[in-house]
C-alpha cells in the first residue's frame, strides 16, 4: 500500500517535519513491512507560465516545430523563447515551464541548448513529462484542469508535486491496511497522534434521501455455506459532466499511490476505494435495465469485463445482473455494457461487502486479480459502504458537475 502522506495528514496528526523514514519507522513498530519511498522525482525551477506568442515553422525533416514566446513571471527571467513540438496550445494558455536548472523524472536535466535554429531557453512540460501520467498527447494547459494561477508560481505545488507516499506490505491479516483510514489509525497507534476517523459520518446523512433503486440479494443457496453479499449499497448522482477534469490534488495522490487517472467520475470511485478500503463501482445508470441482482452465474453464461475480455462463468461466481444478464463479476471487475464514459450524465454507484472467499476464488478462476478483489478478499469494514456510497457522492456533486 502506498501512502501519500499529504493525504495521511488529513486523518492523524503526522509532525510537519516528520520525514518518510520516521512515518515508516512508525508504521514498522506496529508490524508492517518497509517497502519504499515514492514521489515524482522533480527539481526546480518549474513555473508557471503564459504563452505570450509563437510562430509555427516547418522543418526540413517534414516536422513543424513551434517558437514560442513565453512570459515566466520577471523574478524568473521575463519572457523566453522556447522551442516546443506540441500544437495543442494557444497564444495566452498558462502552461508548466521546466527552467534550465531544474530536472525532470529519469533524470531529465534541463538546460538552455540550441535546436532547430534556436536556443531554447527551458521547456513547455507535458503531464507526462511531470510524472502525471503515461499519456502524451502534447502539453498540459493549466485551463483544462480548471486553474488559473499566476504567471510565475511555482508549478511544484501548484500540481501538488512536492508530495511523497511511503509503501508497506499489508499481509492478508490486515486488509484494513488497504486504505488511507487503517494506515492513519496504525500511525495513530504507533504514535498516540491524533487520529480522525473519516468513517464517522451521521446516519441520517447516509441515508438516500429522495430516491431508491430496486436491489436484490438472490443467493438461497450460497457455496458452502456463505453468503456472497452481506451489504450492498447504492446511491444516484444526476446531470454529471465527465468531461470536468479531476483537481490536480487528487492526480497527485492517485499518482503517488500507484493509480492512473481515467478521468473524473473513475478517479473519484478510485480515490474513495484508497481513502476508505472499500472498492467502489460506478455504473451509467442510463445503460441499465431494470433493476441489480446479486445472484451466482447459470450454467454457460458469459460476461464480456472491462478490460474486453469474454469469460466464460462458472456457477461459483458471484454476479452482478439486471434484466439483460450479467454486468459485472462482484467485487472483481465491471461489464462493459453498463460502464461510465465521456457520455455518462446519470451514475449508479455501489458500494458492497462480498465474501472473502468467494471474490478469491472468483479472481484466481479468471486470473484476474484487481484493486477491488485485493481488498474484498481480505475483508471490508462492513459498515463502511454506507459510507464510502456517500463519499462518492460528494465528490461527483463537487467536482463533476
Not at 510565475?152 to 486488509?175: C, F, K, Q, Y
Not at 440479494?217 to 456472497?228: E, F, L
Not at 444526476?238 to 481515467?262: E, F, N, Q, Y
Not at 478517479?267 to 431494470?290: F, K, Q, S
Request: hydrophobic share 40%; charged share 25%; with cysteine.
Amino acid at each position: 500500500m502506498r501512502v501519500p502522506l499529504s493525504w495521511l495528514r488529513e486523518y492523524v496528526d503526522v509532525p510537519a517535519d516528520a520525514t518518510p523514514e520516521d512515518v515508516l519507522a512508525a508504521l514498522v513498530s506496529v508490524g508492517f513491512e518497509e517497502e519504499d519511498v515514492h514521489g515524482f522525482d522533480l527539481q526546480g525551477p518549474i513555473v508557471v507560465g503564459q504563452v505570450v506568442e509563437f510562430v509555427e515553422e516547418p522543418q526540413s525533416n517534414g516536422k513543424t516545430i513551434r517558437w514560442c514566446q513565453v512570459d515566466v513571471g520577471e523574478a524568473n527571467g521575463g519572457v523566453r523563447g522556447i522551442v516546443c513540438g506540441a500544437r495543442n496550445f494557444f497564444a495566452g494558455d498558462k502552461v508548466v515551464v521546466t527552467l534550465p536548472g531544474a530536472v525532470l523524472p529519469g533524470p531529465f536535466p534541463i538546460a538552455a541548448r540550441k535546436t532547430y535554429g534556436h536556443v531554447s531557453d527551458g521547456m513547455i512540460a507535458s503531464a507526462k513529462e511531470l510524472g502525471l501520467g503515461d499519456e502524451h498527447n502534447g502539453i498540459l494547459r493549466l485551463v483544462e484542469l480548471g486553474l488559473d494561477p499566476e504567471v510565475g508560481a511555482d508549478a511544484i505545488a501548484l500540481l501538488g508535486l512536492d508530495d511523497v507516499a511511503v509503501e508497506i506490505n499489508v499481509t492478508p491479516d490486515r486488509g484494513y491496511a488497504l486504505s488511507i483510514r487503517g494506515v492513519a489509525r496504525e500511525y495513530s497507534h504507533a504514535t498516540g497522534a491524533a487520529f480522525r476517523d473519516p468513517g464517522e459520518r451521521e446516519w441520517g446523512e447516509l441515508q438516500q434521501p429522495v430516491e431508491g433503486f430496486a436491489v436484490a440479494v438472490d443467493d438461497q443457496a450460497p457455496i458452502r455455506g456463505r453468503v456472497g453479499a452481506s451489504e450492498f449499497v447504492v446511491r444516484i448522482v444526476r446531470d454529471v459532466d465527465p468531461t470536468k477534469p479531476t483537481p490536480p490534488w487528487m492526480v497527485a495522490r492517485l499518482t503517488l499511490a500507484g493509480i492512473r487517472s481515467l478521468g473524473i467520475l473513475i478517479d473519484i470511485t478510485n480515490y474513495v476505494m484508497l481513502e476508505l478500503g472499500n472498492p467502489i463501482h460506478g455504473y451509467d445508470l442510463d445503460r441499465l435495465t431494470g433493476g441489480i441482482t446479486v445472484r451466482r452465474a447459470h450454467e454457460g453464461e458469459k460476461l464480456t469485463t472491462l478490460d474486453g475480455k469474454e469469460r466464460a462463468l462458472s456457477t461459483e461466481d458471484l454476479l452482478i445482473t439486471d434484466e439483460s444478464g450479467p454486468i459485472g463479476l462482484a467485487g472483481v471487475m465491471g461489464g462493459g455494457t453498463t460502464e461510465m464514459t465521456d457520455a455518462t450524465r446519470n451514475v449508479l454507484i455501489e458500494a458492497a461487502v462480498f465474501d472473502t472467499v468467494s471474490i478469491a476464488r472468483t479472481a484466481r478462476r479468471h486470473k484476474l486479480p484487481s484493486e477491488a478483489s485485493r481488498r474484498f478478499e481480505r475483508g471490508v469494514d462492513p459498515l463502511i459502504p454506507f459510507v464510502a456510497a456517500r463519499r462518492v457522492a460528494d465528490l461527483m456533486v463537487e467536482y463533476a458537475g
